[in-house]
């Protein structure tokens, strides 16, 4: 599902961001992707999302060579991975209802069906209720579940998140990591990057731990590794 | 594109102008400050060559024939000048007519004396008129070796004059418009730049929830266009009431002038003043806001 092959990232201030990363995340998988800052996990986000594009090796997701594609061909590549951060971005001037539809919007859905999906969604991330709130009038917590319902209500196969519970208190950080570990039971693989030290020790899941660019440990059901 | 997303793109369009009404009313503003200063000068420049070429149409070239010449090559004469591409028309005037109008000029009561004498029985000529005076010299050089034109009169300082009037005038307006594109353009960057901190953040979530150009473009785009048609609509309205306030103004108040110099009317002067700003509007919002966009686009 998501290949990396000797994948190096070096920006053009000269400052090397991944250094020969090779990894492969079979369809369903949930992998956390741990390290201090600086390690190189941002840039594997953005590398995925092809905000970015590799100084050498390749990259698969979905079967799509990612480093080859054509920037016409990145809308569609986007639609097929669920996207959260860490600070939302959410469109502040639009409301929770309108930032879920606009991903639906997107990919041109029927009017009726974007009727149907957009309460659904709201409803499984626990926000029917607060459907005509403008952002600024949710908690963060609430925020962050407006962002989770609008990365998955197109159907994604993949959901990336990048410090999803960076700005979020311990409660509203476990409800969200509640929320993605339902979404990957129904088959989403979950990719999170995260330096949540007690949520990654809790879940037990596959954890790659990154230090200054490079993969320092795969474990299956692992806990959060400390620089070496 | 399907209907609702067309809908959608459309309304889109709409509502981000009032999400954004301070910039808006700025790129409204703007548009409209350039629009204005367009309209007055043009309206000022197409009386003033409205009016040199009315001045023109009044020169006349006046052709006259050998003595005893024939009247059917008199009337040759008149196909062969009217055949001429710069002449506009011509007009015949008979020995008698040029008499009447010479004792009606110069002679009044005097005139008397001659009784039915004509002393000038070889006058008869034809007054020809030119679409473009400047080639006034090209016209008579012609005429003067046609067979049958005993002399070819005409006044070459007014022609030159006017000649040069309306090439000043050309010169002119091509560099105060070239002046107010380039303060039009100045104005609106400065705009457009206000209006891309605003879009950055936005741009951004679009492009990364998979949206592809035309999606995130097509709003904004409709959104500089509808700015641009209502930058149009305050120079319009504006110039429409002032231009008729200013006509009646020096009708009534310069009568001599009135007399002497005639105006365009709003009606003739909107004819051109009404495409050319709905395109100048339209296109400085379809530049200012694709230009914007595309800063932001490639995420």
């Known amino acids: 599902m998501i290949t990396l092959d000797h994948v190096s990232k070096t920006y053009s201030t000269g400052a090397p961001a991944l250094n020969d990363v090779s990894l492969h995340i079979d369809p369903g998988e949930f992998v956390f992707i741990v390290g201090d800052s600086g390690s190189g996990k941002s840039t594997l986000i953005k590398l995925l999302l092809r905000e970015l594009l590799p100084t050498s090796g390749n990259i698969e997701v979905n079967g799509i060579n990612v480093v080859k594609l054509k920037h016409r061909q990145i809308p569609m590549y986007r639609r097929k991975l669920g996207v959260v951060f860490q600070d939302f971005r959410l469109l502040k001037d639009r409301n929770v209802y309108e930032n879920v539809a606009f991903a639906q919007r997107i990919v041109q859905t029927p009017g009726k069906e974007i009727r149907r999906n957009v309460p659904s969604m709201l409803s499984t991330v626990g926000l029917a209720g607060k459907y005509k709130a403008k952002p600024k009038q949710l908690s963060g917590g609430e925020q962050q579940r407006v962002a989770l319902a609008r990365a998955l209500v197109n159907n994604p196969p993949i959901l990336l998140a990048d410090e999803p519970t960076g700005n979020l208190d311990p409660n509203n950080s476990w409800e969200i990591m509640k929320l993605f570990e339902e979404i990957n039971e129904t088959g989403t693989t979950v990719v999170v990057v995260t330096h949540n030290r007690e949520i990654v020790n809790a879940m037990k899941k596959r954890v790659i731990a990154m230090n200054k660019g490079v993969i320092i440990s795969d474990e299956k059901e692992g806990t959060y590794v400390d620089e070496i | 594109m399907r209907f609702s997303t067309f809908f959608y793109t459309l309304k889109q369009g709409i509502v981000n102008i009032f999400r954004n009404k301070w910039y808006s009313l700025a790129s409204i503003a703007t548009i409209s400050a350039c629009l204005l200063m367009f309209g007055v000068f043009y309206s000022v420049v197409a009386n003033f060559q409205y009016i040199v070429k009315m001045a023109q149409e009044g020169v006349s070239v006046t052709v006259f024939f050998d003595e005893g010449l024939s009247d059917d090559r008199i009337a040759e004469i008149g196909d062969i000048i009217n055949a001429r591409p710069e002449v506009a028309r011509t007009n015949f005037v008979s020995a008698d007519e040029a008499w009447e109008s010479f004792k009606e ?63 000043l005038v050309s010169y002119v307006s091509l560099g105060i418009i070239a002046i107010l594109l380039a303060v039009s353009v100045f104005l609106i960057s400065n705009t457009v730049t206000i209006g891309i901190s605003v879009r950055k953040e936005e741009i951004g979530i679009m492009k990364y929830i998979g949206a592809t150009d035309f999606f995130v473009r097509a709003p904004f785009v409709i959104e500089g266009i509808l700015i641009g048609v209502l930058g149009c609509v305050v120079p319009l309205v504006s ?58 686009i490639r995420v």
């Open chain 2, 239 to 296: 110039i429409y009431f002032i231009y008729n306030k200013v006509i009646d103004y020096l009708s009534t108040r310069f009568t001599m002038l009135s007399q002497l110099l005639k105006f365009l009317s709003v009606q003739q002067i909107f004819q051109i003043l009404i495409p050319v700003s709905l395109a100048i509007g339209i296109g400085i919002g379809f530049i200012g806001s694709f230009s914007t966009v595309r800063k932001h």
């Open chain 2, 105 to 167: 000029d110069y002679l009044g009561e005097y005139a008397d004396g001659f009784g039915d004498d004509n002393p000038i029985a070889d006058s008869a000529n034809y007054e020809v008129y030119l679409k473009d005076v400047s080639k006034q010299d090209d016209l008579v050089n012609y005429l003067e070796g046609v067979d049958g034109v005993r002399e070819v009169n005409h006044s070459e300082i007014t022609a030159n004059t006017l000649s040069g009037m309306n090439k």
